[in-house]
Nanobody, 123 residues
Framework: QVQLVESGGGLVQAGGSLLLSCAPS????????MGWFRQAPGEEREFVAA????????LYGDSVKGRFIISRGNAKNTVYLQMISLKPEDTAIYYC????????????????WGQGTQVTVSS
């Protein structure tokens, strides 16, 4: 069964940092675009960042620009989200996603989703 497995979430104080990782199991995603979305309680799923299959193009949501960096591992099969200067409003479940369509900020363009990892930022 193909899965995306996120890790690295946790509790951090405002101003702190976290590194999220996402690795697939069951197949390789080295030719897929990959990204991160997040969802806070009672809110819609929000685009965070996405990176194309070879790692040379990235998109960021307005609320995280300049604070978050998305990258891919050397084998292009793992995606990371480095988060710095975290704010309480960054608190959400963070979902990794992969898709074969054009790089996009829209959830509907992605084909596979992980189970999510909780990020909590205390004030």
């Amino acid at each position: 069964q193909v899965q995306l497995v996120e890790s690295g979430g946790g509790l951090v104080q405002a101003g702190g940092s976290l590194l999220l990782s996402c690795a697939p199991s069951g197949r390789t995603f080295s030719t897929y675009n990959m990204g991160w979305f997040r969802q806070a309680p009672g809110e819609e799923r929000e685009f965070v960042a996405a990176i194309n299959w070879n790692g040379d193009t990235a998109l960021y949501g307005d609320s995280v620009k300049g604070r978050f960096i998305i990258s891919r591992g050397n084998a292009k099969n793992t995606v990371y989200l480095q988060m710095i200067s975290l704010k309480p409003e960054d608190t959400a479940i963070y979902y990794c996603t992969a898709g074969a369509n054009r790089l996009s900020t829209r959830p509907a363009t992605y084909d596979l989703w992980g189970q999510g990892t909780q990020v909590t930022v205390s004030s």
